[in-house]
């Protein structure tokens, strides 16, 4: 399932991807605001968790595939 193009988690990760990317582009040389590292910081904890679920999720069906 989370294989499938059209899995929301896959989307939703791509989504969130593309937004990390483009905030760390134009993060300035100095004086970075607070509230743009919070953002980053935000999207990396939310990506990472995203991830996490879908190993899960890939582990999942590999054992029911197994038994199965």
Do not use: F, V
């Amino acid at each position: 399932m989370s294989n499938n193009p059209s899995d929301p988690r896959a989307e939703r990760l791509a989504a969130l991807e593309r937004d990390h990317a483009e905030l760390t582009a134009r993060l300035p040389a100095h004086s970075i605001p607070a509230s743009l590292l919070l953002r980053i910081e935000a999207l990396e904890d939310e990506i990472a968790a995203l991830r996490a679920e879908m190993q899960r999720a890939r582990s999942t069906e590999r054992s029911q595939d197994a038994a199965g």
